[in-house]
Every structure is written in C-alpha cells, then in structure tokens.
T-cell receptor, first 111, second 121 residues
C-alpha cells in the first residue's frame, strides 16, 4: 500500500525561528492534508492542499504532486505551535475513500 | 455550535468487558471515521462509514465493532476480543459534497472530536 513518510520526526525550535516540515508519499493520491495535534490531543486541519501553495498567517504549505511531496512552512514560530504535525493523503473512491497518515513531526517551541 | 462530540473523555475497562465510545456530529457530514492513536504514533483507521447503514473495516478492525443507524452518530464498541485496548480514540467526520472552501462543508476535510482515552483496569 501507499507509504507516507514525514521528516524530521522531532524538532526543537527557539521562539521566533522558522522551520520546514516534509511529507513524502509513494504513489498518486486524491489529495493531501496537514493537521496539527495540540498537547491535549485535539487535531485541527491546517491545509487541504492536493497541489500548489496555500498560506494561512504564519503557516504555508506547498504540494508538488508530480514529485510526490509536500512541505509545511512555519515562520516566526510561537510556543503555541508546539505539538505534532501530521500529513495525511486521501486514497480510494466512493465508499472506500480514506486517509493514510504519516507518523508525524513532533515540534517543541521553547520561549 | 457545530462540531463533533466524543464521550466520555476518559473510560476505564475491566477485563472481559465490552465498552462503547460515543461520537455525535451536527455538521450534516455524510462520512465518519474512528481512529486509534498509541503514544508517539500516528493514527490508525479502525472503521469508517461513508453513508448511513454502511461501514467498512479499516486497518485494525479486529476486536472492534461499529454501527451507523443515524447520520449523526457512529458509536464504537471495544469488545473483550481486543486484548490491548489502552489508547487514545479519535472520531472524525467529513462531507463528500462540494461546499465552501475552508468551512465545515469543505469537501473531504476531516474534522475531529476531542478524543476518548481508554485504559484497562
């Protein structure tokens, strides 16, 4: 089946630093999503980005579907950015549509 | 408020006991999903349902059962056959219809509940 690999697995930043998280996937997908899980476990969708570039405040994401990777950029990081960032790709169609998840990048932003 | 409600927040199971985790959504979403998350791990799909009265097994369905009698509800039962049930369980929903991008009706974006932490006594 399709493989979703995220890097780095762990990241420690000083507040104000920038970072880039990467997601590689091994086959064609319907779409790709980035999620943030806060330290209490709540998962929030950040981007729905099958291709191209999107920006939302200090976060932006780029997916190059033909080369099977996506990047999540965090600029001017804040302590509230801490948590785990997941990449998930959608496969299947109709009633068999589902997400395949990477193992995540655990980010800690220190004050 | 529109959203997904999971209950209870914490649950303890005794040996040989079946327990049921509740998931309710008022987003009018067609699809609902159950995931299991173990410490330091990603999400693994247990069951999913794209329409009422139909559901599919995910990657780790053994020891679990679900029902989808109503669009709003997708309860998960952890049976006594699940020998290692201690985990964080997350429910999600999404719509398969085209809607406003970025809003709760945005197609195929999964929205999550706050989760249930299950432990074995």
């Amino acid at each position: 089946g399709i493989q979703v690999e995220q890097s780095p697995p762990d990241l420690i930043l000083q507040e104000g630093a920038n970072s880039t998280l990467r997601c590689n996937f091994s086959d064609s997908v319907n779409n790709l999503q980035w999620f943030h899980q806060n330290p209490w476990g709540q998962l929030i969708n950040l981007f729905y980005i099958p291709s191209g570039t999107k920006q939302n405040g200090r976060l932006s994401a780029t997916t190059v579907a033909t080369e099977r990777y996506s990047l999540l950029y965090i600029s001017s990081s804040q302590t509230t950015d801490s948590g785990v960032y997941f990449c998930a790709v959608s496969i299947g169609a109709g009633n068999n549509r589902k997400l395949i998840w990477g193992l995540g990048t655990s980010l800690a932003v220190n004050p | 408020d529109g959203g997904i409600t999971q209950s209870p927040k914490y649950l303890f199971r005794k040996e040989g006991q079946n327990v049921t985790l509740s998931c309710e959504q008022n987003l009018n979403h067609d699809a609902m999903y159950w995931y299991r998350q173990d410490p330091g791990q990603g999400l693994r799909l247990i069951y999913y349902s794209q329409i009422v009265n139909d559901f599919q097994k995910g990657d780790i369905a053994e020891g679990y059962s679900v029902s989808r009698e109503k669009k709003e509800s997708f309860p998960l039962t952890v049976t006594s056959a699940q020998k290692n049930p201690t985990a964080f369980y997350l429910c999600a929903s999404s719509t398969t219809r085209t809607g406003l991008a970025g809003g709760p009706l945005a197609k195929n974006i999964q929205y999550f509940g706050a989760g249930t932490r299950l432990s074995v006594l």
